[in-house]
């Protein structure tokens, strides 16, 4: 079977969709070149008017997707870094958002905005390396975190083909990963629904994005000493709790490694619904960059502030070691 990345699912995902629904249409800085590695070759596939290069003006753009939306088209936005979004947050949040609500059901506004390499780069310092998912998942937005190729391209259709505003946020933690796909059987995945990544009966560890390999690489490494159930949520809002307490009803223990900042991020979300509706046996913990971090350019502050797999392993014997 072919290997397939992450970059090359989503650049398969807009292309496909392009030839399926001729009202889908692609904005972003420099999408004609493809400088993000994802929309390459599209403008020769679908043209200039399908495929359009826009201003250095993000709320500019970003409006006039929302407008393409409420005229019937399909807009994907790519960003190339995901503090550009921080720009275009009342575009997206206070008016692309509520305008279906607003209007009674009368109108809709499917724009994706695609941020191919979301979270830290090496290197890249405090203003490319924001993970913004817990901030759109806060005011209600659609937003999908893939963990690997397959992932990356059945989101990112669902979000194209969805009704509402979606966000799809790629981490760069994950573009260099590759794995043995057999191309007929990507499919959409729907959004707000999760999976088990791997099974197990000691603890159940909610990884998002990259870290869901890590995780399960840990699993693997204490098989011997405990056994851990990954869950991978896919789509951060809305959040398949249903399929968490499944896992949790079946471990009894919780951990979430999580690339947010640890004041109100997607880990203490989850970990306080954890503690309000789900048996647990033992207190549940968190792992995440600290409470207002901003990455620093110094490679080892920045590997510092980030989550990693050590602290995971710590957490679980930790929790495993309590309620007994």
Known sequence: MPKLGCLTALTRALGDELER?????VFGE????????VTKGLVQRFGPE???DTP????????????????????????????LMFLVFEQIANQAHKFSLMTGGQVKVPVTYLVPGSGSRTGWAGQHSDQPYSLFAHVGLKTVVPSGPADAYGLMVSAIRDDDPVVVLTPAASSMTFESVDLASLAPLPLGVGHVARPGTDVTVV????????????AEELADEVSVEVFDPRTV????WQGLAASVQRTGRLVVIDDSNRFCGLGAEVVAVAAEEMRLVAPPRRITRPDGA??????ALDRAAQPHRDQLVTAIQQVCKEGR
């Open 207 to 218: 990884a998002v994005g990259q870290f869901v390999g890590q995780a399960v690489e840990v």
């Open 56 to 83: 250095l003006s993000e709320q500019a753009f970003t409006s006039f997707a929302t407008g393409a939306a409420l005229s019937g088209r399909r807009p994907v936005i790519e960003f190339q870094i995901p503090s």
């Open 21 to 25: 629904d001729l009202d889908v249409c």
């Open 50 to 52: 399908r495929i359009v």
């Open 294 to 299: 901003v990455l620093p350019f110094a490679l």
């Open 30 to 37: 420099d999408v004609r070149v493809g400088v993000a590695n």
């Open 237 to 240: 809002y809305p959040f398949d």
